[in-house]
């Protein structure tokens, strides 16, 4: 599994959400739920707070850890969640429908752009790697969707209130400021 793509004609990079999930996420987001009996067949609101901070946490350290001239797009597939070990302890509908969940509401309060597709980051490089016209098609949509981002209009007031309900208010000074800089840099 591959952690990244560059583009730099296009100008922007994409990181493998699945492969970050899966080397630096999971381990320590079900070692935290097993420690405060989370493990449940259903995930809580309570587990869904763990899954918003492990996520937030290790996607604004990838970002503010590999620093990049180009433009990052976290590229999201949401078919091959099979190979997460969360299968053992939770239904996998409930597992996608946090994952959609929890992506979908990053997506839209930080200043992070992600790309949710059903095609495999692996298979994306072949298809780029053979030259085919579906991955053409991919690349394209992407760059469609990172021009209908407007960085600018992200306001922290929303995020510090998604947060301070979230139990998520350390991030604040830790790693909103920093991002936030560091992706109207790149904008």
């Known amino acids: 599994m591959l952690k ?9 990079r994409l990181l493998n959400f699945n492969y970050i999930f899966a080397r630096k996420i999971e381990v320590n987001l079900i070692n935290d739920l097993h420690k405060f009996g989370l493990l449940k067949e259903k995930i809580s609101g309570s587990a869904k707070n763990f899954f918003y901070h492990h996520i937030i946490l290790s996607l604004c350290e ?29 239904k996998e509908e ?22 949710i597709t ?30 209908s981002v407007n960085i600018e209009s992200y306001t922290f007031a929303k995020v510090k209130t998604f947060t301070k309900q979230n139990d998520l208010v350390f991030l604040n000074k830790e790693y909103f400021n920093q991002l936030k ?5 790149i904008v």
């Open 4 to 12: 990244k793509i560059e583009f730099s004609q296009y100008n922007f």
């Open 62 to 90: 990838e970002l503010l850890n590999n620093p990049s001239t180009e433009k990052t797009v976290i590229y999201f597939n949401n078919t091959q969640l099979d190979q997460f070990h969360f299968f053992k302890y939770f």
């Open 94 to 115: 409930d597992v996608l429908k946090t994952f959609n969940i929890v992506l979908s509401k990053i997506k839209r309060l930080l200043p992070i752009k992600m790309f």
């Open 118 to 147: 059903n095609i495999s980051f692996d298979f994306l490089t072949h298809l780029l790697s053979s030259q085919d016209g579906r991955g053409i098609e991919i690349i394209n949509s992407i760059r469609s969707y990172m021009d």
């Open 181 to 185: 800089t560091k992706q109207l840099l």
